[in-house]
Protein backbone atom coordinates (compact mmCIF):
# COMPACT_ATOMS: atom_id res chain seq x y z
CA UNK A 1 0.00 0.00 0.00
CA UNK A 2 1.72 3.76 -1.22
CA UNK A 3 1.84 6.09 1.24
CA UNK A 4 0.89 9.67 0.67
CA UNK A 5 4.60 9.82 0.45
CA UNK A 6 5.19 7.34 -1.62
CA UNK A 7 2.51 8.90 -3.86
CA UNK A 8 4.32 12.26 -4.28
CA UNK A 9 7.33 10.58 -5.19
CA UNK A 10 5.66 8.84 -7.67
CA UNK A 11 3.80 11.68 -9.39
CA UNK A 12 7.48 13.25 -9.41
CA UNK A 13 9.60 10.60 -10.48
CA UNK A 14 10.50 12.42 -13.71
CA UNK A 15 11.13 15.81 -12.18
CA UNK A 16 13.54 14.28 -9.36
CA UNK A 17 15.29 12.42 -11.72
CA UNK A 18 15.91 15.84 -13.95
CA UNK A 19 16.80 17.44 -10.59
CA UNK A 20 19.48 14.38 -9.88
CA UNK A 21 20.82 14.76 -13.07
CA UNK A 22 21.22 18.50 -13.45
CA UNK A 23 23.23 18.28 -9.78
CA UNK A 24 25.60 15.77 -11.80
CA UNK A 25 24.25 12.08 -10.33
CA UNK A 26 24.53 11.32 -14.24
CA UNK A 27 24.40 7.90 -14.64
CA UNK A 28 23.21 7.66 -10.98
CA UNK A 29 20.17 9.27 -11.06
CA UNK A 30 18.23 6.34 -11.48
CA UNK A 31 20.39 4.21 -8.48
CA UNK A 32 19.48 7.25 -6.08
CA UNK A 33 15.81 7.22 -7.03
CA UNK A 34 16.22 3.48 -6.26
CA UNK A 35 17.19 4.20 -3.02
CA UNK A 36 14.91 6.80 -2.04
CA UNK A 37 11.95 4.80 -3.01
CA UNK A 38 13.40 1.68 -1.21
CA UNK A 39 14.10 4.25 1.85
CA UNK A 40 10.62 5.45 1.56
CA UNK A 41 9.25 1.79 1.49
CA UNK A 42 11.35 0.58 4.68
CA UNK A 43 10.90 3.31 7.12
CA UNK A 44 7.38 4.70 8.65
CA UNK A 45 8.12 7.54 7.69
CA UNK A 46 5.84 10.36 9.98
CA UNK A 47 3.64 12.74 8.43
CA UNK A 48 5.79 15.36 6.38
CA UNK A 49 4.58 18.83 6.30
CA UNK A 50 6.01 19.61 2.89
CA UNK A 51 6.66 16.52 0.86
CA UNK A 52 8.03 17.62 -2.15
CA UNK A 53 10.74 19.78 -0.73
CA UNK A 54 11.58 17.07 1.62
CA UNK A 55 11.93 14.45 -1.06
CA UNK A 56 14.26 16.77 -3.32
CA UNK A 57 16.65 17.34 -0.24
CA UNK A 58 16.58 13.80 0.58
CA UNK A 59 17.63 13.08 -3.17
CA UNK A 60 20.58 15.60 -2.96
CA UNK A 61 21.59 14.54 0.06
CA UNK A 62 21.66 11.08 -1.15
CA UNK A 63 23.56 11.96 -3.68
CA UNK A 64 26.13 14.12 -1.77
CA UNK A 65 26.82 11.00 0.57
CA UNK A 66 27.38 9.24 -2.47
CA UNK A 67 29.88 11.37 -4.00
CA UNK A 68 31.84 11.45 -0.48
CA UNK A 69 32.03 8.22 -0.66
CA UNK A 70 33.83 7.63 -3.70
CA UNK A 71 35.86 10.61 -3.12
CA UNK A 72 37.12 8.89 0.32
CA UNK A 73 37.86 5.82 -1.62
CA UNK A 74 39.26 7.33 -3.86
CA UNK A 75 41.61 9.18 -1.64
CA UNK A 76 42.24 6.07 0.24
CA UNK A 77 43.43 4.20 -2.51
CA UNK A 78 45.52 7.01 -3.63
CA UNK A 79 47.17 6.85 0.05
CA UNK A 80 47.43 3.47 -0.14
CA UNK A 81 49.04 3.17 -3.25
CA UNK A 82 51.71 5.77 -1.69
CA UNK A 83 51.87 3.85 0.91
CA UNK A 84 52.79 0.87 -0.71
CA UNK A 85 55.77 2.76 -2.77
CA UNK A 86 54.00 3.46 -6.02
CA UNK A 87 51.33 3.92 -8.04
CA UNK A 88 48.47 1.54 -8.36
CA UNK A 89 48.97 -0.42 -11.45
CA UNK A 90 46.61 -0.36 -14.71
CA UNK A 91 44.43 -3.89 -14.37
CA UNK A 92 44.51 -4.15 -18.46
CA UNK A 93 48.74 -3.99 -18.02
CA UNK A 94 50.33 -7.29 -18.86
CA UNK A 95 51.56 -8.42 -16.09
CA UNK A 96 53.76 -11.67 -16.34
CA UNK A 97 52.98 -14.74 -14.54
CA UNK A 98 55.97 -14.65 -12.47
CA UNK A 99 55.52 -11.39 -10.75
CA UNK A 100 51.04 -12.28 -10.55
CA UNK A 101 52.26 -15.57 -9.01
CA UNK A 102 54.16 -13.47 -6.53
CA UNK A 103 51.31 -10.60 -6.23
CA UNK A 104 48.58 -13.47 -5.69
CA UNK A 105 50.53 -15.44 -2.91
CA UNK A 106 50.78 -11.77 -1.23
CA UNK A 107 47.41 -11.37 -1.84
CA UNK A 108 46.99 -14.72 0.00
CA UNK A 109 49.01 -14.10 2.83
CA UNK A 110 47.29 -11.10 3.68
CA UNK A 111 43.56 -12.54 3.45
CA UNK A 112 45.24 -15.08 5.91
CA UNK A 113 46.68 -12.26 8.63
CA UNK A 114 43.01 -11.23 7.72
CA UNK A 115 41.36 -14.49 8.77
CA UNK A 116 43.70 -14.57 11.83
CA UNK A 117 42.71 -11.40 13.17
CA UNK A 118 39.09 -12.47 13.52
CA UNK A 119 35.72 -12.24 11.67
CA UNK A 120 34.74 -9.19 12.27
CA UNK A 121 38.10 -7.07 12.19
CA UNK A 122 38.26 -8.74 8.62
CA UNK A 123 34.47 -7.68 8.02
CA UNK A 124 35.27 -4.15 9.30
CA UNK A 125 38.52 -3.69 7.38
CA UNK A 126 37.05 -5.27 3.93
CA UNK A 127 33.97 -2.96 4.54
CA UNK A 128 36.04 0.34 4.90
CA UNK A 129 38.53 -0.52 2.61
CA UNK A 130 37.26 -2.43 0.01
CA UNK A 131 33.80 -1.59 -0.27
CA UNK A 132 33.96 2.28 1.49
CA UNK A 133 31.37 2.39 3.79
CA UNK A 134 32.04 4.52 6.41
CA UNK A 135 32.95 3.63 9.93
CA UNK A 136 29.80 5.21 11.58
CA UNK A 137 27.92 3.14 9.40
CA UNK A 138 29.95 0.25 10.03
CA UNK A 139 29.37 0.69 13.72
CA UNK A 140 25.68 0.68 13.37
CA UNK A 141 25.78 -2.31 10.95
CA UNK A 142 27.41 -4.35 13.31
CA UNK A 143 25.35 -3.06 16.64
CA UNK A 144 28.64 -2.34 17.88
CA UNK A 145 30.41 1.09 19.03
CA UNK A 146 32.60 3.70 16.61
CA UNK A 147 35.44 3.38 18.84
CA UNK A 148 35.14 -0.43 18.70
CA UNK A 149 35.14 -0.19 14.55
CA UNK A 150 38.66 2.34 14.81
CA UNK A 151 40.36 -0.30 17.14
CA UNK A 152 39.28 -3.09 14.69
CA UNK A 153 40.80 -0.75 11.87
CA UNK A 154 44.02 0.00 14.21
CA UNK A 155 44.17 -3.90 14.52
CA UNK A 156 44.15 -4.88 11.01
CA UNK A 157 46.57 -1.63 9.74
CA UNK A 158 49.24 -2.98 12.19
CA UNK A 159 49.31 -6.57 10.64
CA UNK A 160 49.13 -5.19 7.55
CA UNK A 161 52.24 -3.31 8.24
CA UNK A 162 53.94 -5.88 10.00
CA UNK A 163 53.27 -8.05 6.82
CA UNK A 164 54.55 -5.69 4.61
CA UNK A 165 57.69 -5.02 6.27
CA UNK A 166 58.12 -8.46 6.23
CA UNK A 167 57.75 -9.29 2.45
CA UNK A 168 60.06 -6.08 2.31
CA UNK A 169 62.69 -8.33 3.74
CA UNK A 170 62.23 -11.05 2.21
Known amino acids: MATGLSQIFMANRAALLRFLRARGAGEDAEDLLQ ?3 MKLQAKDI ?5 PLPYLYRTANNLMLDRYRSASRRERREQDWAKEA ?3 MADPTDEVPVDERMILNQRLEEAQAVLR ?7 FVFRRFR ?5 QRAIAEELGI ?3 TVEKDLQKAY ?6 KQKMDTE
Do not use: N, Y
Not at 46 to 50: A, L
Not at 116 to 122: A, T
Open 46 to 50: GPVSD
Open 85 to 87: GGV
Open 158 to 163: RAMLAL
Open 116 to 122: ELGPRVE
Open 35 to 37: DIW
Open 145 to 147: SLT
Open 130 to 134: LEGVG
